[in-house]
């Protein structure tokens, strides 16, 4: 290494120090303007010396790369929501469900739950690879460019770490930063921003990164993601993350009970309003990572964790209207129109009435004062009437016996909350809703198709179902508002690729009422093509595991009708993936069929991960605790002795991988 480049490394190195002192441990050592004049020295030598060029050089906070499209990028591994809890029984219930299904002790991580934009970062070898937002959990956008200009993410990482990982956080907007952009706004006859929860969220897709460095964000760091981790508990993991220079919020805490939990809860609903962040709850965390492997996920959240939310702050507000909107399923949904009213930052125009019941229950009037809150801080909701304001004139709220699109008249079956319209065919929102439904992410995920499109394409009268999209051409959609040639060929070949969408994927998104993500891959493996689906009765239908009689009605209903089993054939004649595929169809057998398999402690051959799959790839069901009905517990090592007991009193065979691996070989 000569001279020139030495210099630079070594400037590069001060600098990052300097940056981790200042933003991350928040103790500078030099001043602002010692650290100005090293950042100029470096970025003179850089200008130089462009062969010595560092795609993570300190000199690059500033941004100034533009984005016109954020790529989509695939999570490798799955960022999950979590389940709420606003209550000590809450947590004691949840407590008591997992001591139920992981052996010993358990000590909770307990974390603030800041309110921010969520983000993964992707480090390779030491350096930041990539950011991501967390998009629907699965695939997100990337936003690289612009999360480099925040200083606490550091571009390279300090002491050991992990050859590849992912790490999860929150981009947020401190109070003090949030106030001086707004004074800012103010002076210069702009709109303040409502809140800095958005604002920061906001920021992420700003298209010019030279835009995002002016805003003062912060990422506040809480959980590893890799293949192999280096340490054993989730505490550990917060230690090695600051270690390696990331800004890990030092309220965290080691308990060991819900007591404990909820000591935290109580001390920091009052403290955090003395925090220079947005927060709204506490994640509680199983602590050891084995425990958390043991409790799995759900198809939505893991079991391992729990948040609990802060109660949610209320205000009082005029209800001017009630009006009714229709889904996509033809369920009717009240909504109060109320006075504009700022609650948790935002300001508050409607609120969901949920349905019939609901309003006879609160008695919900027209001009009542009624008070709002934000169900877990998002969606406003009306929990009360001040009856002490209501007016003598007023009278009760009849609930509308007809669609308020279609003038049908509304049905409401037995056990449902809802009413429904049953205009299947008739009702534009529905049909606009079922095509919204079809293309979305986690459905056909059609590129270049969004919900504005839809409805576009409906009220022209180009299509009124989604085997409709298919025969679609570019001439046919460039007439469209806001439709140039580029994005009309973009369209098409979007509608296009959605053909070699697998087959799970396709029955989730013709929108089989109560048949949702977890319940297609079932009903999609268990009878392989959709002319089989389409044949079987309510009997069959509920001997599929987790079929209920809901589902298989759900499902008849939908095939006895003509116009769907026509739309279907349209499909299948376009080349949508109505059958599972030759190859996934060659990795399945019924070899464990009707077994059910506890799969408990750690694995040397496969992940445990890999030995579930194996399992209901060969027909076998994952279970999470021992019954009577369990069939075979997978032993691993570390399996815990109150499981060993529990099968060996039930005379459940207890099998080593090697032996689950000769079953299915």
């Known amino acids: 290494m000569n001279t020139t480049e030495q210099k630079i490394q070594t400037l590069r190195e001060e600098l990052r120090q300097h940056n981790h002192n200042y933003y991350v441990l928040d103790n500078p050592t030099i001043s602002d303007y010692e650290f100005d004049i090293k950042l100029k020295a470096l970025q003179a030598l850089e200008d130089a010396h462009p062969e010595f060029y560092d795609v993570n050089s300190p000199t690059l906070r500033v941004g100034g790369e533009v984005t016109k499209n954020f790529n989509t990028i695939v999570h490798s591994h799955r960022m999950y929501s979590l389940d709420n809890s606003y209550s000590l ?22 974390e603030l739950k800041y309110d921010g934009a969520s983000i993964s970062l992707t480090y390779e070898n030491g350096s930041l690879l990539r950011a991501v937002t967390r998009g629907d959990g699965v695939q997100g956008d990337e936003v690289t460019a612009n999360i480099k200009t925040i200083n606490s993410v550091p571009l390279q990482l300090k002491g050991e770490y992990p050859a590849k990982f992912d790490i999860r956080g929150e981009i947020v907007l401190p109070f003090d930063g949030f106030n001086k952009m707004n004074e800012e706004r103010i002076a210069n006859g702009e709109e303040p921003y409502r809140n800095p929860r958005n604002t920061a969220s906001g920021s992420l897709k700003l298209q010019d990164s030279a835009e995002v460095a002016k805003r003062p964000l912060e990422c506040l760091l809480y959980n590893i993601k890799a293949d192999k981790l280096p340490f054993e508990t989730q505490f550990e993991g917060l230690a090695l993350a600051r270690q390696m220079g990331f800004k890990v919020p030092e309220a965290a805490k080691l308990v060991g009970s819900i007591e404990d939990v909820f000591e935290f809860i109580n001390y920091w609903d009052e403290a955090r309003h003395d925090l220079p962040y947005e927060t709204d709850g506490v994640v509680v965390k199983v602590n050891n990572l084995f425990q958390q492997d043991e409790l799995g996920f759900t198809s939505k959240a893991p079991r391992w964790a729990m948040a609990y939310k802060f109660k949610a702050e209320q205000v009082s507000t005029v209800l ?59 969606i406003p909701k009306i929990i009360a009437v001040d009856l002490s304001k209501r007016p003598s004139s007023s009278r009760s709220t009849l609930y509308i016996t007809e669609c308020p699109e279609c003038n049908t008249a509304l049905e409401r079956l037995e056990g449902e909350a809802k009413h429904f319209c049953p205009n299947y065919n008739g009702c534009n929102p529905q049909v606009v809703g079922r095509i919204q439904h079809y293309i979305s992410r986690k459905a056909m995920d059609i590129e270049g198709l969004g919900g504005e499109t839809v409805a576009l394409l409906v009220n022209e009268g180009l299509i009124t179902n989604y085997a409709d999209l298919y025969t679609l051409t570019k001439e046919q959609v460039m007439p469209l508002e806001r439709m140039a040639e580029k ?22 998104a013709i929108g089989i009422r109560f048949v949702g993500e977890t319940v297609a891959k079932k009903l999609a493996k268990h009878y392989k093509t959709i002319d089989d689906l389409s044949k079987a009765g309510i009997e069959d239908l509920e001997r599929v595991d987790e079929i209920g009689i809901k589902i298989a009605e759900s499902v008849v209903a939908f095939f006895a009708s003509e116009e769907n089993r026509t739309i279907i054939q349209r499909l299948k004649d376009s080349g949508v993936q109505l059958e599972i595929s030759a190859e996934k169809l060659a990795s399945q057998t019924n070899k464990l069929e009707g077994k059910s398999f506890v799969v408990s402690g750690v694995f040397t051959s496969v992940s445990r991960t890999e030995l579930k799959k194996l399992i209901e790839d060969n027909g076998g069901k994952n279970v999470s605790s021992i019954s009577s009905k369990t069939d075979f517990v997978v032993a691993g090592e570390k399996m815990g002795p109150s499981k060993k007991e529990k099968a060996e009193k039930l005379n459940i065979s207890l099998i080593s991988e090697e032996e689950f691996l000769q079953m299915i070989t």
């Open 320 to 378: 001017n209207e009630i009006t009714y909107q229709v889904g996509r399923t033809g369920a009717i949904t009240p909504v109060a129109n109320l006075e504009p009213v700022e609650l948790a930052g935002t300001i508050v125009k409607r609120a969901s009435l949920h349905n019939a019941d609901q309003i006879e229950k609160l008695d919900i009037r027209v001009n009542d004062t009624v008070f709002v809150e934000k169900g877990g801080e998002i």
């Open 89 to 110: 029984e809450d947590l004691q219930d949840w407590e008591t469900r997992i001591k139920k299904l992981v052996d010993g002790d358990i000590q909770y991580t307990c």
């Open 487 to 508: 994005s009309a060929e973009n369209l098409v070949q979007g509608i296009a690729a959605s053909k070699q969408i697998p087959f799970e994927r396709v029955l989730f």
